[in-house]
């Protein structure tokens, strides 16, 4: 086991600047499977725990205690670096102080801030609004302050390419790394062009958002860590994958009336079990019964 902690080890993989893919959970289980198939770090989509624990689109309707109360259970099911969705930061520059605090606490190694309005909305909707650039400024200001660990990092987005246009996103983004942003976010680039002209433009550790169905172009993570981005995002691929395999097994056990343990629609009940570490707490259970 290293010796380096979960904040050292993300900053260490932020800086090399080679693409890392990094998968988004929404609850515990998620991140487990995250971790199980290798990758190196994941990230705790707001969108996901939206629409999973609440069943409503991404329109900033959960809140700060939601946000926490997951970091926690995925600190604890996982050791991987876990990026945090902190939205617009529940309120203003002191709700961000807060909310770095409250976070962290809970076991995020990174938080995710972005510039809309509130309450926000998917970057990849229409009809966002940005807010002024002073208060985005004075966020990021307050979220460097309030961070205990100096490993602890800010990730700051810009949703302006939607209502300001690519200039205007980039000029904030670079602000942004002046207020002290570790890594820079641009949201909702919609072609290849502007995804190969950002690396150019903002020489800083970089995010990008894919959106399978969104309005980013997809690339490789080999192609995109050659242009220079350091992270490269797929907030939602297991909450999209996740409910097209609940459609299928539910569709064919509506259809059928009964369901086999059939490989192409179910997890094995072992393999279940085993994401779950069933065999560390049988091994729990005899260690701790009574004599």
């Known amino acids: 086991m290293s010796s380096k902690s979960t904040k050292q080890i993300l900053r260490e993989q932020v800086a090399r600047r080679n693409g890392m893919i990094v998968a988004g959970a929404f609850n515990a289980m998620s991140a487990k499977v995250v971790a199980d198939q290798g990758f190196e770090a994941v990230y705790l989509t707001g969108a996901g725990l939206t629409n999973m ?9 959960i809140g700060l205690r939601d946000v926490a109360d997951a970091t926690a259970r995925i600190r604890d099911a996982v050791d991987l670096p876990l990026i945090v969705d902190a939205d617009t930061g529940f309120g203003n520059a002191v709700n961000v102080w807060h909310s770095v605090r409250a976070l962290e606490r809970a076991g995020a190694d990174a938080i995710q801030l972005e510039d809309q309005v509130f309450p926000k909305r ?11 650039l002073s208060e985005m400024l004075d966020k990021i200001r307050a979220a460097t302050d309030a961070r205990r660990d100096a490993d602890f990092q800010i990730i700051a987005r810009t949703d302006a390419r939607a209502v300001e246009g690519f200039e205007g996103a980039v000029e904030r983004a670079a602000r942004f790394a002046e207020a002290g942003a570790d890594i820079l976010f641009v949201e909702a680039m919609t072609t290849a062009e502007e995804i190969r002209e950002i690396p150019k433009r903002l020489n800083h550790p970089l995010l990008i ?3 399978v169905g969104g309005k980013t172009p997809t690339m490789t993570a ?39 343990e059939d490989p192409n629609l179910l997890a094995p009940f072992k393999e279940r079990q085993r994401l779950v570490s069933k065999d560390l707490y049988d091994d729990l259970e005899q260690r701790y019964a009574e004599r």
């Open 53 to 61: 624990h609440y069943g409503v689109p991404d329109l900033g309707i």
């Open 122 to 132: 998917c970057g990849h909707f229409a009809g966002k609004a940005v807010a002024p």
């Open 209 to 211: 958002n894919i959106v």
């Open 222 to 260: 080999e192609d995109l860590g050659k242009q220079g981005y350091s992270l490269v995002l797929y907030a939602n691929a297991a909450l999209q994958g996740a409910v097209l395999g609940m459609q299928k097994a539910l569709s064919t056990l509506r259809r059928d009336g009964k369901l086999d």
